[in-house]
Structures are given as structure tokens and as C-alpha cells.
């Protein structure tokens, strides 16, 4: 080859490498690395990167990269840490997180700096109602949802008066409106609403108080750590026989094996279950525990569809990050093959789903009955604009 053909063929090898790798988006993983909600972070951590593994690194033709924080579940540093991931880390989008409150906190971060930003978890009805924007999706549920699915499933089995109890942070208090909404609507009373303050786990006052009580059964929101702690101490206190528990399903997902034994046979309702027995379920499990030596649960489902959510975003736009507009009328337009069944977005940007009514044997929660089909929430005061 002469120098001047060398100097030809260099230059087109190189345009050709520019032009494959030249996509890129930089994900902010925003989630509890600490306290007790750090497990759920870790799961959710755990499914996001696996889709992103099983599509060697990209996700809709761009390669992806990562800043992460750890939020601690904590409000008020939440603002600072959201900032930190915009600001300093420049990231195209923000993923997270798990508690209600801090996830308020990015929502607004993100609706001032318009970045895209995906929600794995945190149940906050506000993030799809009042706070909802073009801009931010949802890959989990609202705090509304699975409760308000378990009010007929009471009620059916001749349930009236119930006891609520649940943190009091906006997580709680909605998933205890949820299931009021249903509950009452058919004719059931809530006979008490009790709550203690998050993280907290001395229930002992409380249980004395649902014992003198007597009411014909208990609906709690609680999950993680404190979940364990809950039904621990309500087996030990001899209630769990004469005074049935029943919850959303945050109760009983990624908690069984740290009860021993206290949440068999626990009733609850969510957007995920075990035994689903569809296709997607099936090979999304035999991978997670191919990469991770242990079983999925709901928040590594969620995680794992926040990154399918987002790949369908940069398909439509050939991984180009920067054309945010296209990105955001293809997920809005998106149905989502997720390991609990396929989903589509409400208008308000959060999923339309079936939520299961299930029964906790032995580590698991097998799948008793759909308890809402296609159930989405109300999206109240969601203007779109
Ligand atoms: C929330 O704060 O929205 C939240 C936290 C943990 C859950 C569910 C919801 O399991």
C-alpha cells in the first residue's frame, strides 16, 4: 500500500469505529446502599444491570456507563444527592429509588433540569399524579395500587372490621388510603388507624393495642427490614392465629427466609408472584440466579424493566440520548415484556397492571388468584404538559 492509500483506509477504519461507539448514556443509579431498605436497593441494582449484561453493555444502541449514590432512604439529603448525580456526574438519566420521599425529592430535581428520569420502586402517588411530568416513568406501582386491590378480597371472605397499621411516611399512609378506598366503598370499617415512625420497629405498644382491639383482622404496609421484624413479633405474640395479617405484598417479597417461619401463609397482594409460569418469567429467573446465585424478587423485576423501559427510549431515537422528545414518545408508547406479565403505560406514566393475590409457603409466594386485572391508578391531579 502506497502512503497515500495507508492514510485512506486509516481514515475510514476510524470513521468506522466512531460511528459504532459514538452512543453512550450515563445511568444515575440513585438508591439505599444502607438501612433498611438496602436490600431492596441491591436488587434493583441487580435486575437493572442484568438486562444491560444481556445486551452486552448497550441498551438501544448506546453503551451504557454508570454514577451511583447511596441515598440511605434518607429525605433530607435527598435533594444534594439527586444534584450531585445532575450537576457534577452529568448524567442523561436519573434511576431511583426505593423510599417514597426521597423519590419526591429527585422528581423535582428532575422536572427543573428536564432529565429523564426513571422511578424502580417508591410507590408515591404524587410522582404519576401532582408532581407528573413528560419527563419522569414509572416501572413499579403506585402506593395506591396493590393495596386497593386487596379491599374486595377482605371483604369476600366476610372480613369487617380491620385494624390498619403502617410507617407514617407517605408510602404507608397511601397504601393504607388505597385500601381503605375499596374496603370501605364495600361496607367494611376501619376500626383504627395506627402508625409509628419510619424506620422505627418497636411494635410491642401497638400489638398490645390490636389485641385489646380484637378486630376480625390486621392490614399493614410494611417491607424490608422492618417487614421481618413485623411479622416475627406478631407470630411471638400469639396473634397471628386469632387475628389474621394481611398486606401488600412488600410484606412477604425478599423477606420469608430472614422470618423463619413467622410469615407462612400470609395473604397479600402485588404486581408480582411466584409460579406466573409465562415465557419472559421463566428466563428472566434462570438468568438472575445464573449472575447473582439467588432468586429474583419483586424489586429486582422492577429494576430489570426500568433498563428495558429506558432501551426501548433509545432504541426509537438510535441511541441518542440527547433527542430527549423521541425518547420520551417511545416509552411512553412502550409495552414492556416484564417478568410479572407485559405492561403499557398509563398516560400518567405508570404501569397498567394485574395485581396477585398471593399465599407465603415456605421462602416463596406462589400466585393464588388475579385479585385486579389491568388495574391502574386513578392518577389524581395529574395535568400532563
Ligand atoms: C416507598 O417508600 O414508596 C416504598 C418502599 C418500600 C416498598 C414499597 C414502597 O417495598
Redesign the pocket.
Known amino acids: 500500500m502506497n502512503k497515500f492509500s495507508w492514510t485512506i483506509a486509516v481514515g475510514l477504519l476510524g470513521a468506522a469505529v466512531a460511528a459504532h461507539a459514538a452512543e453512550e448514556v450515563k445511568v444515575g443509579l440513585m438508591l439505599p446502599a444502607t438501612g433498611t ?1 438496602a436490600r ?1 436497593g441491591t436488587a434493583i441494582t441487580n435486575g437493572f444491570k442484568l438486562y444491560v449484561d444481556e445486551n452486552g453493555g448497550m441498551l438501544g444502541g448506546a453503551s451504557v456507563s454508570y454514577a451511583t449514590v447511596d441515598d440511605e432512604s434518607d429525605p433530607a439529603k435527598a435533594t444534594e444527592n439527586a444534584n450531585k448525580l445532575v450537576k457534577r456526574d452529568g448524567v442523561d438519566v436519573l434511576v431511583g429509588t ?3 420521599g426521597v423519590a419526591m425529592a429527585m422528581a423535582k430535581v428532575a422536572r427543573g433540569s428536564k432529565t429523564l428520569m426513571i422511578v424502580p ?4 402517588d404524587e410522582l404519576t399524579g401532582p408532581l407528573c411530568a413528560p419527563n419522569i416513568f414509572r416501572t413499579s406501582f403506585t ?1 395506591w395500587q396493590p393495596s386497593y386491590a386487596m379491599g374486595p378480597v377482605l371483604l369476600k371472605k366476610g372480613i369487617k372490621r380491620v385494624v390498619t397499621l403502617t410507617w407514617k411516611y407517605s ?1 404507608g399512609l397511601q397504601a393504607i388510603e388505597g385500601f381503605k378506598e375499596s374496603f370501605t366503598a364495600g361496607g367494611g370499617e376501619i376500626v383504627q388507624e395506627l402508625t409509628l415512625p419510619f424506620p422505627n420497629t418497636e411494635f410491642q405498644p401497638y400489638l398490645t393495642e390490636i389485641a385489646t382491639l380484637k378486630p376480625d383482622a390486621v392490614f399493614v404496609f410494611f ?2 427490614g422492618g417487614a421481618v421484624k413485623l411479622a416475627k413479633d406478631y407470630a411471638a405474640a400469639g396473634l397471628k392465629d386469632s387475628i389474621p395479617l394481611y398486606g401488600s405484598g ?1 410484606l412477604t417479597d425478599g423477606t420469608l427466609a430472614a422470618m423463619g417461619g413467622a410469615g407462612e401463609g400470609l395473604l397479600t397482594t402485588l404486581h408480582y408472584a411466584d409460579g406466573l409460569d409465562n415465557p419472559k418469567d421463566k428466563a428472566f429467573r434462570a438468568s438472575y440466579e445464573k449472575a447473582y446465585g439467588a432468586a429474583p424478587d419483586v424489586y429486582a423485576v422492577q429494576g430489570y424493566d426500568a433498563a428495558q423501559l429506558l432501551a426501548a427510549g433509545l432504541a426509537a431515537v438510535k441511541g441518542k440520548v440527547e433527542d430527549r422528545e423521541g425518547m420520551i414518545k417511545a416509552m411512553a408508547a412502550a409495552r414492556i415484556d416484564s417478568p410479572r406479565g407485559s405492561f403499557a403505560m398509563s398516560p400518567a406514566h405508570n404501569p397498567v397492571q394485574d395485581i396477585y393475590l398471593r399465599e407465603a409457603r415456605g421462602d416463596i409466594n406462589p400466585v393464588v388468584a388475579v385479585a385486579a386485572a389491568a388495574l391502574a391508578d386513578p392518577a389524581r391531579g395529574c395535568r400532563m404538559k
Open positions: 431498605y431492596l426505593v423510599h417514597s420502586n417508591a410507590g408515591a402506593n408510602a417491607a424490608g412488600f
